[in-house]
């Protein structure tokens, strides 16, 4: 009986007839937002994602206007109640005029004819249509409704997946980080409140709620991504909050579960969700100045992240590696390419890098993280300079064990085929006339094994607190010492290494010194990769000195740790500056720390794409012509400098482990005594 009732049913009826008509209205939209769509390839992500927005605006309201208009006639409509057996009459009906009926003086085969034999062929197949459909429709509509239902169950169940991940497993960020959150939320021109949290549960940043949005950062993320990548990602959240795309979202999703059936809402959705990541990327770029690379492989390690993780984030969810992620990364290096088309090459190459590197993270994401550090390795370029050598003093005793530790040191640079320069502190072999056998021949270790060496001071002293007359003295007493050291071997010494990085008190002391070096045949070194590493190579020689195996092992996990952190410091320093990645100089202790970590650092430099160079093809980089006049009593990175020489303001270092710097303090405490 109820099923009677339904077939019978005029409701059924009028709804049937309003899904038959949405095959080819919504079919007609999809049909205009395509042409549109090729018409403006290169007009903004905005504009195109309006005009997609307003298509499936449109394809949603054509069925409720179509709904209204059968409903309120006495029958169900009828397709052959617009075309009948009389041509001419139809036609008037549609609102135009009947054509001339054919006299005697009419050929056969007019166009006259051939418009009416089409029409009475239209009027056969809406006359088998009236006989077919009408006893089908009530069976679509059933069909329908399941649809509808069963996509309802699975938005409802996606939505609640939703509140779940702003309640379980969630937590604050740090105070780091909320304030670095308070002033994206000022940069992205966010004015509603908007929370920032972090989850166990996500592995992609998603977007979450309308009037109430929170930001969801997986936990993971914070470690495996730079902080400056992570800023980018967090700020393209905040631009779909901005633009209400988390609101358009709910209502795709809803015309999705409803029109289900109609692959051509799900194409005009789809181009939605594309052009919606297009605009927030395109809004991320005119936030952070020069953030097109750091953007661009923030992506791409997002998605590898993903990929590994094995995760795909509901469609109801705005989430950063939303869309054709390499669509995405080559139009934002587009961007960087319109705007400066002096690096035109240079980003094309780039965007070819970027895109083998993620269609590798998508094919063998299961792979190792060896063999992901080699697809990454090369893009990069690092070169090391080391002192100074022999190892320092750090503790009052000195280290039973030096020669062992250049030993192995010297291997690991071997073993890695890092061309590093290692720069000889001459009061460490040397009392000015006398070698010390013992560490002259660690220093010939360096020597023996092919590696480069380079001139610090005799005394490690700064330009800041010596006369420049003085400081040159003491290079030239080192420069003596050096050449006892190398002996027959002649190897040319063309590096110097300012001792702390310090360059002088004024410009005057350091142009005397840079006039001394030149014309011996020296070059300074720019280190653009400054630490404070020797801090933990202190603590660490202190640990082990006391053989405390648990905190030599928590010391190693540290300064890895901080390593990371000023890699990625210095990165975006880089990309700010030039809007590319400079090949930089790192500078290093040759410490019992280092050579414990090596593998670990080593194998971190590569998998953040780093290959090794030497310090000539290094500061061979245009980069480095890069005009500064710094002058004070510290030693800051040349990045920094040319930074301040730019006007630019310094970004805040990553802070040193508490623990460690409270040891390096109380050894100068000791000092002092």
């Not at 195109?48 to 069925?63: G, K, Q, T």
């Not at 181009?271 to 953007?295: G, K, L, N």
Request: charge should be neutral; proline fraction near 5%.
């Amino acid at each position: 009986m109820m099923m009677e009732t339904f077939l019978e049913s005029k409701l059924v009826a009028y709804t049937g007839w309003t899904l038959l008509h949405s095959l080819w209205q919504i079919g007609m939209v999809s049909i205009g937002l395509l042409l549109a769509l090729r018409i403006l390839p290169s007009h903004s992500a905005n504009l195109r994602y309006s005009l997609s927005v307003c298509a499936l605006l449109v394809s949603a309201m054509l069925p409720l206007f179509t709904f209204v208009q059968v409903s309120t006639q006495n029958e169900p409509p009828s397709p052959s109640a617009v075309v009948s057996s009389n041509p001419g009459q139809d036609f008037r009906k549609m609102g135009g005029a009947a054509p001339e009926t054919p006299g005697p003086e009419t050929p056969p085969n007019t166009p006259t004819d051939y418009a009416a034999n089409g029409m009475a062929a239209f009027a056969g197949l809406f006359q088998f249509i009236d006989r077919s459909v009408p006893d089908l429709l009530p069976f679509a509509v059933f069909a329908w409704l399941l649809g509808v239902g069963f996509f309802s169950l699975r938005l409802a169940g996606g939505f609640n997946q939703l509140r779940a991940y702003k309640s379980r497993g969630s937590g604050e960020p740090d105070e780091h980080w909320k304030l670095t959150f308070s002033r994206l939320c000022a940069a992205a021109g966010v004015t509603q409140a908007v929370r920032l949290l972090t989850s166990d549960l996500v592995r992609t940043p998603i977007a979450v709620g309308v009037l109430k949005p929170v930001i969801v950062i997986p936990a993971s993320l914070f470690l495996q991504i730079s902080p400056e990548e992570l800023e980018t990602i967090i700020a393209h959240e905040l631009i779909h909050i901005r633009r209400f795309d988390p609101l358009v979202n709910v209502g795709q999703c809803i015309v999705e579960a409803v029109i289900f059936y109609h692959p051509g809402v799900w194409w005009i959705s789809a181009q939605i969700r594309r052009e919606r990541e297009f605009a927030a990327d395109a809004a991320v770029t005119e936030i952070f100045a020069d953030s097109h690379v750091t953007y661009a492989s923030a992506l791409a390690n997002l998605e590898e992240i993903r990929l590994r993780a094995d995760r795909t984030m509901p469609r109801y969810a705005t989430a950063a590696n939303g869309g054709n992620l390499m669509q995405r990364i080559q139009r934002i290096l587009q961007i960087k390419t319109e705007a400066s088309s002096a690096i035109s090459a240079w980003t094309a190459g780039v965007a070819l890098l970027l895109t083998s590197a993620f269609l590798l993270a998508v094919f063998s994401f299961s792979s190792s993280d060896v063999v992901n550090a080699q697809q990454r390795s090369g893009t990069r370029k690092l070169a090391i300079g080391f002192v100074s050598i022999p190892p320092l003093d750090r503790t009052e005793n000195p280290p039973k064990d030096s020669d062992a530790t250049a030993r192995l040191l010297i291997a690991k640079l071997k073993e890695y085929k890092v061309p590093a320069t290692g720069f000889l502190q001459g009061g460490m072999v040397s009392d000015g006339e006398k070698l010390f056998p013992v560490r002259a021949n660690i220093a010939r270790m360096w020597i023996d094994a092919g590696f480069q060496v380079g001139l610090g001071g005799f005394k490690h002293v700064s330009l800041y607190h010596t006369p420049a007359d003085e400081y040159i003295a003491n290079i030239e007493k080192n420069e003596r010492v050096a050449k006892q050291i190398i002996g027959d071997a002649k190897l040319p010494i063309r590096y110097f290494s300012y001792p702390y990085l310090n360059t002088g008190k004024t410009g005057e002391d350091k142009a005397k010194v840079e006039s001394w070096l030149a014309s011996r045949g020296y070059t300074s070194v720019k280190y653009t990769f400054d630490n404070q590493e020797w801090m933990y190579s202190y603590a660490y020689d202190m640990a082990r000195n006391d053989n405390d195996l648990n905190t030599m092992k928590e010391i190693r996990t540290a300064y890895l740790d901080y390593m990371g952190r000023m890699f990625a410091h210095f990165e975006a320093y880089s990309a700010e500056l030039f809007g590319r990645d400079i090949p930089q100089t790192m500078v290093l202790t040759s410490s019992r720390l280092i050579t414990d970590t090596a593998d670990d650092f080593f194998a971190m430099a590569a998998k953040r794409g780093y290959s090794f160079v030497t310090l000539e093809e290094a500061q061979s980089d245009p980069a480095y012509k890069t005009k500064e006049d710094f002058a004070g009593d510290s030693g800051i990175s040349w990045l920094e400098r040319w930074s301040m020489a730019k006007g630019r303001p310094l970004r805040d270092e990553p802070a040193v482990d508490p623990g460690v710097k409270l040891a390096w303090e109380n050894r100068q405490l000791k000092a002092k005594k």
